[in-house]
């Protein structure tokens, strides 16, 4: 007996078939479809997720995007060398007393660190007179509190030379009742945004930036700062930092004339 190739049985069998059994067999193909376009739609998703800009300022659950990743749009590079190294930058921030009563304060603003900032200046706070900064961002409401609790406890803020203050790290910034940026110190911000993998609505993704945002204009406002610093971020991309001349951080009133500040070396 003479062996049927494949496409012979299925040209039989179509012939043959009554039309309730083509109609399933279409629907069943259809369906496999229909799930075949679905995972290429939900694979492609995942890709575009995992190259979303990734930090700041509501969940910081994600790397920083330093600076070498910033070569696009305006300005199109960092405007000065970054020292530290990007090992220091995407930790958690640590905080180290240094000569001349500076505290140093080193790496991305997680979730928490407002309280271990407390922690700290409650345990040294009559040494501290300079809080440097050196810092990715991270956490909009950590970096709110600790920018509160400087203000309260009258402490200066400095971002020194080769330093970095990017996203939310300018808002603890603007709670020094001194504020010094050292030549060659990149000063930059952009938009908030989720940085977290869960997928929000729209609506809530909105609400929440709004908020946020609220926040943050008030705050600025009660610390002195002109509303153009905050203008600036709000025109910026999350995957993009608007970097601030010395001119425009004198501007906002973000930098005060007061004394060069004794500062530590960056890492």
């Not at 199109?76 to 090992?87: F, G, Q, W």
């Not at 930058?89 to 928490?112: C, H, M, N, T, Y």
């Not at 002109?226 to 608007?242: F, I, M, N, Q, V």
């Amino acid at each position: 007996m003479r062996l049927q190739t494949a496409g012979h049985r299925i040209k039989t069998y179509f012939l043959t078939a009554d039309d309730g059994a083509l109609m399933r067999h279409a629907f069943h193909i259809l369906l496999a479809a229909s799930v075949v376009f679905v995972v290429i739609d939900w694979r492609e998703l995942g890709l575009e997720a995992s190259t979303t800009p990734a930090y700041d300022p509501t969940q910081p659950a994600t790397d920083p995007i330093l600076p070498p990743a910033l070569t696009e749009g305006e300005p199109d590079a960092s405007p000065a060398e970054i020292t530290s190294s990007p090992e220091t930058l995407k930790q958690a921030i640590r905080f180290e007393l240094r000569p001349g009563g500076v505290l140093s304060a080193d790496g991305a603003i997680d979730a928490g660190a407002a309280a271990r900032f407390a922690t700290e200046i409650e345990a040294r706070g009559e040494y501290v007179k300079t809080v440097q900064l050196n810092s990715p961002g991270g956490s909009v409401t950590d970096a709110l509190a600790m920018s509160k609790l400087i203000r309260e406890k009258q402490i200066g803020t400095l971002v020194a030379k080769g330093g970095l203050c990017a996203s939310s790290c300018p808002i603890v910034l603007s709670g020094g009742a001194t504020r010094t940026v050292e030549a060659d110190a990149v000063v930059g911000v952009h938009q908030v945004f989720n940085g977290s993998r869960d997928k929000l609505s729209p609506e809530v993704a909105m609400s929440q930036a709004q908020s946020t945002t609220a926040d943050v204009s008030r705050h600025l406002e009660q610390m002195g700062i002109k509303s153009g610093l905050w203008l600036h971020a709000l025109e910026t991309p999350p995957d993009r930092l608007y970097y601030l001349t010395q001119k425009e951080m004198a501007e906002f009133a973000l930098t005060t004339e007061a004394a060069p500040v004794a500062s530590a070396e960056t890492k």
